[in-house]
């Protein structure tokens, strides 16, 4: 069979650019050792990654290991991340997933340990670029069956809980993936400080909805925008992919206020239709508008933002 890409496992400045990443989350306390793995895909079959027992701070391109979509190492000198199946896996059930970043960011793998829901409808990045971020159920890592446990969860959201572990997101290119884990981290880190305050304040109906629908206008897919049973902020895109004993709950906070679906509110339920069964995306979490980039997106929101905050 023809190969459509162009293999990249001789790609000198992809390796540079997993280094690069891996001192990133090395240095921003996010692997510490040997923890972690990234991967990157460079073919149809082929798939370079970090090396099992080194510490990302401080690999070198020589370093950098290559796997066939099946986990089978086909080059380096050192021996493939013992993890690179979850990776695998996202980009099997992902075609649009390029970039795989696993590590253990430390604000965000307490919720994994505390298996603590995190809570939306508090920050407008976060719900603008990310919603709500499942936990997966644990499993030993590195086989088969941990890889399993994302899979549920893909469709729908591009950042992942490892229960009991740490996370894992993931994106068109590696340093995509590696800000979704810096967001989410940051975030957790805001919850906890919150916490330690008194609390966190939730957004209310009015301004949750003209969040969700900001991320609408922008390109941003959401499951909410696909089922009326979706509670604004209330952790329930993913109950599919739970089983009853799995499904995280909010301990550490005040419960999420009930607000209905985006669907039912009126200005919204006349132009969108909505899908049957639990909430999923349809477009594997891709946006619809590849026009809009990072950086004017991110200008848009802080001007609400500070807007808001001045009383304008």
Not at 42 to 66: H, Q, R
Not at 140 to 162: C, D, M, Q, R, Y
Not at 194 to 211: D, F, P, V, W
Not at 265 to 279: D, F, I, R, V
Request: glycine share 8%.
């Amino acid at each position: 069979m023809e190969n459509r890409w162009n293999s990249g496992i001789n790609d000198r400045k992809l390796k540079e650019e997993i280094c690069e990443i891996g001192r990133r989350v090395y240095d921003k306390g996010f692997a510490a050792a040997n923890d972690g793995n990234i991967s990157i895909r460079v073919g149809e079959n082929e798939v370079l990654c970090s090396p099992t027992m080194i510490c990302k701070g401080f690999m070198t391109p020589d370093d950098i290991c290559a796997v066939d979509m099946e986990g089978g190492q086909i080059a380096g000198k050192r021996k493939r991340t013992s993890e690179i199946l979850l990776h695998l896996a996202i980009m099997k059930e992902r075609p649009d997933v390029k970039a795989v970043v696993h590590c253990h960011p430390p604000h965000a793998t307490a919720f994994a340990v505390a298996r603590e829901a995190i809570p939306q409808c508090v920050l407008p990045e976060v719900e603008v670029f990310m919603g709500e971020v499942p936990l997966a159920p644990y499993e030993t890592p590195g086989g088969n069956e941990f890889a399993s446990t994302v899979v549920p969860f893909l469709k729908a959201t591009n950042t992942i809980i490892l229960t009991n572990h740490g996370t894992v997101s993931f994106g068109k290119t590696l340093e995509e993936a590696y800000w979704k884990t810096e967001i989410l981290d940051a975030y957790c880190r805001i919850l906890i400080l919150a916490k330690q305050i008194g609390g966190i304040t939730y957004l209310n109906e009015q301004k949750s909805r003209e969040l969700i629908d900001l991320k609408k206008r922008l390109g941003f897919d959401d499951p909410r925008f696909h089922n009326e049973d979706c509670d604004l902020c209330g952790n329930s895109a993913f109950r599919e992919g739970y089983k009853e004993a799995d499904t995280p709950v909010q301990r550490g906070f005040e419960k999420a206020p009930d607000y209905p679906g985006y669907l039912k509110a009126p200005s919204y339920a006349q132009s969108n239709g909505s899908s049957n069964g639990a909430c999923s995306l349809n477009n594997g979490g891709a946006s619809n508008n590849s026009d809009v980039g990072m950086d004017e997106l991110v200008k848009m929101i802080t001007d609400q933002v500070l807007a808001s905050l001045n009383g304008k």
